[in-house]
Structures are given as C-alpha cells and as structure tokens.
C-alpha cells in the first residue's frame, strides 16, 4: 500500500485518524540512542529482520538488560533461533487448539477488555483449575504451544488495537491471577514443568510485555508455593508483581474499572449474553474498525 493510499484511507475513515505521534511513539532521546546503537548492531551482522526492526521491539529487549546494548543484542538473537528452533512462525499462522473449549471449562482464563490506562486485561482463576482434566484435554506441549500462539496473537492484533483505541502506544499486558485454594499440596508436577517452561519463554522472548501482574487470593499455602515459584523469575518481572490476600479490591480497582473487571471478582460485568467473562476474548481487537485502523498504523510506523 502506497503513503497516499494510506492518507487517503485515513480521510475516508475517521476511527482511523491515527497521529504520527501516536503511530511512531514519542521516543526518549536516551533510549532512541541506545535503540539505535542495538538496530546498528545487528544490521552490521545482518541479523535484523525486517519484522522486527522496529523502535519499541528493540527497546522491550534493551530495557530486559538493563540498557546493556550487547546482552540485548545476545537476548535479542537468542529469540531469533527459538523462533526458528520452534517455529513460532508457523504456530502463529496455522496451529489449531481443537481443545480450546475443552480447556476453558478446566482452566478458567482469557482477556476482558482494558486497564485504565488502555493496556489488554489477561484474568487467570488458575485457583480453579482441574489438573487432572487439565491434562486429559491437552497435553503440555500442546497447550505452550497454544500459549505462544496467544502470544503472537497478543503482539500482532491486541497491542496495535488497544493502542488505537488508546490513541497511544501499547505494548504491554495488565495480568489478575486468582489463585483461591492453590497451594503446595494441589499444585502438581505437571503443573510446575509447564510454569517453569512458560515463564521462560515469556521472560526471554516476549521480554517487557507484561506492566503489573496482581496475584489475589492468596492464602497461606499459596505463599509457601509462591517462594518456590518465584525463584524462577527474573528480578526484573518480580517487581512487577503484587501479592494479595483477599482484601484486594481497592488495589486492583485503581489499575482496572469496575465494568472491565468480572462480577466474580468484584467488579460490575458479567458478560452473561456471551456465556461468561472469560469466553469470549472480550476487548478492542474485537472491533472491526479499530482493527483496521490499527493495521494502516503498522503500515505507516
């Protein structure tokens, strides 16, 4: 598409009047130079694809190390060969989770609109989750699989369009994980592996997308597991993180509005025409115009 097919399309349209403020970000000048020391280095070796020879990709990886431009470029080049080792390209296009349905009704999760500040909101009951049934419906390597279709899913459709619908950039996910009832004595092996494994695709490949992740509900036995948990985490994602017992209301609430947060969580939606709050992928990449809006602004970033 040519810029002034584009300009046109934008004229014609005006959910997708999109700023070049908004389309590009306003950058920091420290962290342009070091954004742009990092994409010289890797086109001196060539090993930039056109993908992700983007500003804000860049930076996710830059602020993971610190601003260390050649563990960034090491952590950078790392995700390339996963990438290829796993091909996620491929996941991301034709991988099919048959048992979606399935899992959903044994693990309670998904996306529910925004925070306050326009960032996707992912909700986990993982309190509730049935292990056993968790396990005859999928399989471990099916279900990471699943996750970084999500993943891919979450870069390349629910941040462009939460971003127009913000009229800002967005590249990052607020995260409620209800852990009710989770404890030592319930959270199996299997369970632990696909934790383990999933923090460390989500810490070395989707580095810095999540914002703030609250953990409610969490009783005794879950802070026992939660000291061994965590000792798999980077310190960086640590400090994203909250620890809630059941008074969690108010902290939540200053992140997230009552209508964007469940009923069973203590908000006011309920979702009840579409069968429930995590079923049906409720949020701004669900609007057709915001969509398209949010695909010219890729087109003219």
């Known amino acids: 598409m040519s810029f002034r097919s584009i300009e046109q399309l934008l004229r014609r349209n005006s959910k997708i009047k999109i700023s070049q403020s908004i389309a590009n970000g306003i950058h920091d000048q420290k962290e342009e130079r070091s954004v742009q020391a990092l994409r010289e280095s890797l086109l001196a070796t060539n090993q930039l694809p056109e993908k992700f020879d983007d500003h804000h990709v860049l930076l996710r990886f830059l602020r993971m190390r610190g601003f260390n431009v050649i563990k960034a470029k090491e952590m950078f080049l790392n995700m390339l060969k996963w990438r290829e080792d796993c091909a996620v390209d491929t996941i991301a296009k034709d991988f099919k989770f048959e048992e979606f349905d399935a899992l959903k009704r044994c693990y309670p999760h998904g996306f529910h609109g925004v925070d306050r500040f326009g960032r996707p909101l992912y909700i986990e009951r993982i309190g509730s989750v049935d292990l056993s049934k968790l396990m005859q419906v ?131 939606c309920t979702c009840s025409a579409t069968g429930g709050c995590l079923l049906q992928d409720k949020g701004p990449w669900t609007d057709a115009g915001i969509i398209r809006a949010s695909k010219v602004r890729l087109l003219i970033r």
């Not at 994980?177 to 070395?204: H, P, T, Y």
Request: a positive charge; hydrophobic letters at 40%; glycine letters at 6%.
């Open 138 to 268: 999928t399989s471990i390597d099916r279900y990471i699989k699943y996750h970084i279709s999500e993943q891919e899913k979450t870069l390349s459709l629910r941040y462009p369009a939460c971003s127009v619908a913000a009229k800002k950039h967005i590249s990052s996910t607020t995260a409620i994980l209800d852990v009710k009832g989770l404890g030592m004595n319930n959270f199996s092996k299997a369970a632990r592996e696909m934790f383990i494994e999933i923090q460390k695709i989500d810490s070395n490949y989707y580095p810095e997308t999540l914002h703030q992740l609250y953990i409610i509900n969490a009783g005794s036995g879950f802070r026992a597991l939660w000291k061994v948990l965590k000792t798999f985490m980077e310190a960086r994602t640590l400090k994203k993180i909250q620890v809630l017992g059941t008074n969690y209301l108010s902290t939540v609430l200053e992140a997230v509005e009552p209508s964007n947060l469940p009923e069973f969580l203590g908000g006011t």
